[in-house]
Every structure is written in structure tokens, then in C-alpha cells.
């Protein structure tokens, strides 16, 4: 069992930053493959980027792809995502989630058994 705790979010204008950061505790953080996904009002849940237990491969969605960075630290306990250059279309709830099944980035929601509570990220134009 892992307990994840998204922060980071906030408001900030098109054109700029916010790192996210999702914090686990319980179980060995190393052992859980990570994921950030985002849900906008009134639209489906989108999956943004992915990483594996050691931090080796990342697996991101063309729609963030070279905006958007994820990265691990897993003597933090860390899971991080940096996100530049964003749009209003960005908007949205970003949750992290965890994987312990096997060490691979699923890009649906169904490959993950935990999530944290989400962290609001609203960009002005």
C-alpha cells in the first residue's frame, strides 16, 4: 500500500511553469512504476506521462510531449512533473498514480491501483 499526496498546483498565466510534486509514503517508493494524469470539467481522464521504478524510461503523451518532463527521486519518495509553457487548455485536476504490478507505463487509468487526492493547475490567458 502507498499513500500519494499531490502539490504544486496553482493559478499561473499562459506561457508559464509549475512543478508538481507527488510525495508517497508506505510501501518502498522504488517499487512502484509512476504516472501523471490530468481531468479537465466534463471530459474524460488523460493520461500525461509515465515513468519506470528506476527512473530509466519515461513514456510521455504526444499532446505535453517536450513541454512537459516527469522525473523520480526515489530517496525523496518523489515523483515530480515539471510542466512549461502552458496553455489555458492545460487546466485541469493532476493526479499522480502508482503501479506495483509490473514496471511499465500504462497510459489508461486501469494500470494503476493507487492514486493521490489531485492538485488543481488553472492557466489564464
Known amino acids: 500500500q502507498v499513500h500519494l499526496v499531490e502539490s504544486g498546483g496553482g493559478l499561473v498565466q499562459a506561457g508559464g511553469s509549475l512543478r508538481l510534486s507527488c510525495a508517497a509514503s508506505?510501501?518502498?517508493?522504488?517499487?512502484?512504476?509512476m504516472a501523471w494524469f490530468r481531468q479537465a470539467p466534463g471530459k474524460e481522464r488523460e493520461f500525461l506521462a509515465g515513468?519506470?521504478?528506476?527512473?530509466?524510461?519515461?513514456y510521455y503523451a504526444d499532446s505535453v510531449k517536450g513541454r512537459f518532463t516527469i522525473s523520480r527521486d526515489n530517496g525523496e519518495n518523489t515523483v515530480y512533473l515539471r510542466t512549461n509553457s502552458l496553455k489555458p487548455e492545460d487546466t485541469a485536476i493532476y493526479y499522480c498514480a502508482a503501479d506495483d504490478v509490473d514496471d511499465v507505463v500504462h497510459v489508461t487509468g486501469t494500470g494503476y491501483d493507487f492514486w493521490g487526492q489531485g492538485t488543481q493547475v488553472t492557466v489564464s490567458s
Open positions: 515513468i519506470s521504478r528506476s527512473g530509466s524510461s519515461t
Open positions: 508506505g510501501r518502498t517508493f522504488s517499487v512502484y512504476a
